[in-house]
């Protein structure tokens, strides 16, 4: 079971003509629960139109700032992220999830490293929280963020960035890519493979960086790793987070037909009933009222991974789970459609 708490937004900042920063107030009895470490999202979940709407969001503050602070950038036809730039105010109560996700990093005050991040747009979020974890609390560790966008004005924390590249002289580095706007100093373009090439090669060619953080749409992410890789780094050694998927549907989990007889265990608690394999196992589990997890319902985040410890199910697509872990049986519920007669889906042991 998904777990949400109503809290009050105790400040929002617009950041860009097209984003702002929201600020949760967490009252005491709930701070342990809102625990986060860095690279971390909550879902917010409104109900807008009569529609119960989930979105999940990265936490851009740090750990030891003692903030919840999400940013939300209004996409196109984005339902969600228009109404919270454009509708939502301090004081306000909304739904939020507890942190979650796999992109994370955990700084040790003793450990003396290099890392760094390529980042477009939005995806500056959670890559922001690192950021900031790595100079607070690794002082003897350095951080290069290469990051995309259109323009300065649309730059998300272009000033706080700033502010810690002057505060952290020697230890932090930035470099912005600008594609509409040629700016003096900085890259012109997209973060393609001669910008990849510059920063590691050219600008920094004295580090050995030993993590690199990616985190934007899926095509900047797989080029960046692919350049990576022809440059020896491990992919062991790469860790991203996407914000949107351009994956290729898996063609035959999009025309099966038949029905399936499906056990569903979320909290301990077991529910039997027959699904038609048109369906996700996440809508089916909705349909039943199952209070099963879930966030994007788009296969970007990690918030409906289940395991199927019995039968098959088939993913339509995607792009988080690595081979070993799909053959230990888990699954992304809002993409798996079962393959057999029969499946037992356990939410909980994951």
Known sequence: MSTFYKLVIKEIRRETPSSVSILFNVPEELKTFYQFVSGQYITLKLTLDGQEVRRAYSICSSPKSGELRVAVKAVKNGFFSKFANEN??????????????????????????????????????????????????????????????????????????????????????????YSKINVDGELFGRIDKSAVNFVLKNKHSEKSFDKYYLCGPEEMINLVSTVLKENNVSEKDIKFEL???????????????????????????????????????LEAALKQGIDAPYSCQGGVCSSCICRVKEGKAEMKKNAILTDGEIAEGLVLACQAVPTTDSVFVDFDDV
């Open 88 to 177: 939502l105010k301090e004081g306000n109560l909304i739904e939020v999830g507890l942190p979650e996700g796999k992109f994370v990093f955990e700084p040790q005050s003793d450990r003396q490293k290099n890392y760094v991040a390529f980042a477009a747009g939005s995806g500056i979020t959670p890559i922001m929280s690192i950021v900031k974890s790595v100079l607070e609390s690794e002082p003897k560790s350095t951080f290069v963020l290469v990051y995309g966008n259109k323009n300065v004005e649309e730059t998300i924390f272009h000033n706080q960035l700033q502010e810690l590249h002057l505060q952290y002289v020697g230890r932090f580095f930035v470099h912005y890519v």
């Open 243 to 281: 914000f949107t998927t351009t994956a290729n549907e898996n063609a035959s989990a999009a025309t099966l037909e038949g029905h399936t007889k499906i056990t569903v265990v979320v909290d301990d608690e077991e529910t039997h009933f027959e699904m038609s394999q048109k369906q996700t196992i």
